[in-house]
């Protein structure tokens, strides 16, 4: 079991049967949007989502990273789909989408 990093450039990739993917975009907490999911299928699953600063401190007006890790539960092609918006809120400031190949093994 591995996991596969990919961030906003990526909108495909390929991992093994319970490889996690772990999914870094860029996030400011302070204007309210965050990363959601809209849509996921074909087997995978978010097993934890997280906002990240990394080692600088939290500061008003600072960027962040949300991380998302997936979890593929069978072989095919999965989809995830994320939005960026406010939870009170219908506007869209952002889209990620991201395809997702599992294999029985090897990438």
């Given amino acids: 079991m591995g996991e596969v990093r990919v961030t906003a450039e990526d909108s495909e990739v390929r991992v093994s049967l319970g490889d996690d993917v772990v999914v870094q975009l860029p996030e400011n907490a302070t204007t309210g949007y965050r990363w959601d999911v809209d849509r996921i299928e074909g087997g995978l699953e978010v097993t934890s989502s997280d906002y990240r600063t990394g080692d600088r401190p939290v500061l008003p007006g600072a960027g962040g ?16 789909e994320l939005l960026l918006k406010r939870p009170w809120g219908q506007d ?7 395809r997702v190949h599992v294999s029985s093994q090897g990438r």
């Fill in 92 to 98: 869209v400031a952002d889209r990620y989408g991201l």
């Fill in 65 to 80: 990273t949300r991380v998302l890790r997936v979890h593929p539960t069978a072989i095919g092609e999965g989809r995830l």
